[in-house]
Antibody
Framework: EVQLVESGGGLVQPGGSLRLSCAASGFTFSTYWMSWVRQAPGKGLEWVAN????????HYVDSVKGRFTISRDNAKNSLYLQMNSLRAEDTAVYYC?????????????????????WGQGTLVAVSS | DIQMTQSPSSLSASVGDRVTITCRASQGISNYLAWFQQKPGKAPKSLIY???VLQRGVPSKFSGSGSGTDFTLTISSLQPEDFATYYC?????????FGQGTKVDI
C-alpha cells in the first residue's frame, strides 16, 4: 500500500524557515518524480515544486522560487521541502504527492505533473 | 498560466441524483486533465486522469469526458460518501494548475 506521511509543519514567524519531510513507503520511491502541493485555509490547491527521480531536475512555482528548495534522499525514501523567508501567504497545508502521470512539454523543457497518491498533509502557519 | 474554471462552484443534490461538473481551460490542453475528490480535513484523492481514465479502485459511477478546453465529471448515482469538493487539474502546460473546486452537498 502506497503511503506518504508528511511532518515538520508548525507555527513560524514571517522571515523564518521550516523544513518539511515526507516519508514514502509501499512503492519504489526512486522511480517516481515527486511533488509538493499546498492548500491555503479554505482555498484551492496550488502546485509548489517537483523533483526528478535522481534529484537532477527541479521545478518551482514562481511565488516560491529562490525561497523554497525541494530535495530527496532515495536511500531514506524521503522527500523534503526547505522553506526560507516565509511569508504570511505561505500559510497552508502542504501535501506530498507522487507524480503519475506527467507530460513532458518539449517546447518548454518542463515536466508537468498530475498526482495519483497524496499524503495527509502538514500545516504551516506563518504569523507573528 | 492556464486558468481552470469549474462550474458550478457549489451544488446541492440528493442521494441517487446524477451530477455533472464542468471544467473549462483557458487554452487547449488536449486530454491532459485530472479530477480529484477532497473531503473536509482530508487529502485529495485522485479519481480520473487523461480526462477519462479511472484511477485503479475508483468506482465506475465516476466518469470523465472532454478534450481541448471543455471537460465534465459525472457521478451517475450520488451516494452519501460522494459529498465532497471536486477539483480539476491540467497537466499540459507549466505550471500545473487546478480549478477552484466544486462543492457537492446535500
Amino acid at each position: 500500500e502506497v503511503q506518504l506521511v508528511e511532518s515538520g509543519g508548525g507555527l513560524v514567524q514571517p522571515g523564518g524557515s521550516l523544513r518539511l519531510s515526507c516519508a514514502a513507503s509501499g512503492f519504489t520511491f526512486s522511480t517516481y518524480w515527486m511533488s509538493w502541493v499546498r492548500q491555503a485555509p479554505g482555498k484551492g490547491l496550488e502546485w509548489v515544486a517537483n523533483i526528478k527521480q535522481d534529484g537532477s531536475v527541479r521545478h518551482y512555482v514562481d511565488s516560491v522560487k529562490g525561497r523554497f528548495t525541494i530535495s530527496r534522499d532515495n536511500a531514506k525514501n524521503s522527500l523534503y521541502l526547505q522553506m526560507n523567508s516565509l511569508r504570511a501567504e505561505d500559510t497552508a497545508v502542504y501535501y506530498c504527492a507522487r507524480v503519475n502521470p506527467s507530460y513532458y512539454d518539449s517546447s518548454s523543457g518542463y515536466y508537468i505533473d498530475s498526482f495519483d497518491y497524496w499524503g495527509q498533509g502538514t500545516l504551516v502557519a506563518v504569523s507573528s | 498560466d492556464i486558468q481552470m474554471t469549474q462550474s458550478p462552484s457549489s451544488l446541492s443534490a440528493s442521494v441517487g441524483d446524477r451530477v455533472t461538473i464542468t471544467c473549462r481551460a483557458s487554452q487547449g490542453i488536449s486530454n491532459y486533465l485530472a479530477w480529484f475528490q477532497q473531503k473536509p480535513g482530508k487529502a485529495p484523492k485522485s479519481l480520473i486522469y487523461g480526462a477519462s481514465v479511472l484511477q485503479r479502485g475508483v468506482p465506475s459511477k465516476f466518469s470523465g469526458s472532454g478534450s481541448g478546453t471543455d471537460f465534465t465529471l459525472t457521478i451517475s448515482s450520488l451516494q452519501p460518501e460522494d459529498f465532497a469538493t471536486y477539483y480539476c487539474q491540467q497537466y499540459k502546460s507549466f505550471p500545473p494548475t487546478f480549478g477552484q473546486g466544486t462543492k457537492v452537498d446535500i
